[in-house]
């Protein structure tokens, strides 16, 4: 019995063995320990740092990215045990690997990022080796670490979720082009010929524009904040009018509270509201019979079921790098704060200032 836990713990220590070394025991992180305002999330300096595990490797980050659910889950909207370390995206180098995660062909030293990932707001993190993404020379580490969840997310709405319900040729809707997921969704929507309608505020017009949309529709910004009023356009008439009273197959939202109203009742026959996120207020409950003027779908996707085995993972991968080394999709990284300015990370994604991904950059 004795000599069977002996060989299993050598077994275990084998997969896990001593390339960890070089990784100190307390790093330094952005920690939540009671959930609240931005304000709650404290860097500390001697957070233990994770251990390596059997099929993983330590990544020591470079960049980690700020997504609108890393404040969700500071607030306590979503749940989860407390004390955390925020993020769930990062890239940087490979500090210590597993067996396993050199046999799947990644070794100390390189150049990673990875996402759906918790604990990345940190100077270590702990990834399966399935999720690790070797990031091509060509691409900066910064951008690489920026495609993560909101490039992933941006891929998936634009070729899988609605289903294909709407085809090249036809008009698909897309708010919120001057940000960050949407601005890359707007260019990968354009790649897989669709007729794009964006919207954006008035000071994103320039960023939405570039995105090659085939029309946009700017709001002014509500008096005393940098996103947009929703009421300054009557946006169902100018759909209408723009797509020649058929509507759009396809409405990708964001947004959610402010918009959904609109999303349903610009939809096409038998198009399909994709209600992705919630940056206004979460969507409130509504009757299937709302869809029932245009016979419209509807479907509230997340990025973890578009990217279930690491051949769907790498596919997406594959496709936006190729598309940033050749010149097809640009990744604008808008703001890159200091891992100790977290408070100030969060705060400015809240605001809706974002015109790009916005990121932390961690010190040695
Ligand atoms: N389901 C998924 O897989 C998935 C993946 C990524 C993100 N999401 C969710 O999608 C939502 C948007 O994320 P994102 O990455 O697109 O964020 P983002 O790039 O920062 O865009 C959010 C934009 O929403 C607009 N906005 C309008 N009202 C706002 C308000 N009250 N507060 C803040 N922003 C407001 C702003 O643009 P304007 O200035 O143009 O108004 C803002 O820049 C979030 O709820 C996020 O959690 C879901």
């Known amino acids: 019995?004795?000599?069977?836990?002996?060989?299993?713990?050598?077994?275990?220590?084998?997969?896990?063995?001593?390339?960890?070394?070089?990784?100190?025991?307390?790093?330094t992180a952005a920690v939540i320990r009671e959930t609240g305002p931005a304000s709650n999330m404290k860097i500390e300096k001697d957070y233990p740092t994770p251990k390596l595990t059997a099929g993983g490797v330590i990544v020591k980050n470079k960049?980690?990215?700020?997504?609108?659910i890393d404040t969700y889950h500071r607030s306590g909207l979503y749940k989860r045990e407390l004390p955390f370390i925020g993020g769930q995206e990062g890239g940087g180098y490979i500090a210590a690997a597993s067996d396993e995660a050199i046999a799947q062909g990644v070794k100390v030293g390189d150049r990673v990022s990875y996402s759906s990932v918790f604990q990345t707001?940190?100077?270590?993190t702990a990834v399966p080796a399935s999720k690790v993404i070797t990031v091509p020379e060509s691409i900066p580490l910064d951008v690489a670490v920026s495609c993560g969840v909101q490039g992933m997310t941006a891929h998936y709405l634009t070729h899988s979720a609605h289903a294909g319900l709407v085809k090249p040729?036809?008009?698909?809707l897309i708010h919120g082009t001057g940000s960050g997921t949407c601005q890359w969704a707007a260019q990968m929507a354009k790649l897989r010929g669709y007729k794009v309608i964006g919207t954006c505020s008035k000071s994103k017009e320039d960023i939405a524009r570039a995105t090659g949309v085939d029309e946009l529709i700017v709001y002014d910004e509500a008096p005393g904040t940098s996103y947009e009023d929703y009421t300054s356009v009557d946006l169902v008439p100018r759909v209408m009018e723009i797509t020649k009273g058929e509507g759009v197959k396809a409405v990708i939202d964001g947004i959610g509270l402010a918009t959904y109203e609109t999303s349903i009742d610009v939809l096409a026959r038998r198009g399909i509201f994709v209600s992705f996120g919630n940056a206004s207020g979460a969507v409130p409950a509504f009757p299937p019979l709302r869809f029932i003027n245009k016979s419209g779908y509807l479907t509230r996707p997340k990025l973890n079921d578009y990217t279930v085995t690491r051949e769907e993972l790498m596919e997406r991968a594959n496709d936006i790098f190729g598309w940033i080394s050749s010149g097809e999709l640009q990744v604008a990284v808008d703001r890159c704060f200091p891992l100790e300015q977290c408070v100030e990370g969060h705060n400015y994604l809240e605001a809706g200032k974002s015109r790009g991904k916005v990121l932390y950059e961690i010190s040695d």
């Open 169 to 172: 040729g036809e008009w698909m």
């Open 1 to 27: 019995m004795l000599a069977r836990s002996a060989r299993s713990l050598r077994k275990t220590l084998t997969g896990v063995r001593a390339f960890a070394s070089g990784v100190p025991d307390v790093m």
């Open 121 to 124: 707001y940190a100077q270590y």
């Open 63 to 68: 960049y980690s990215g700020i997504n609108f």
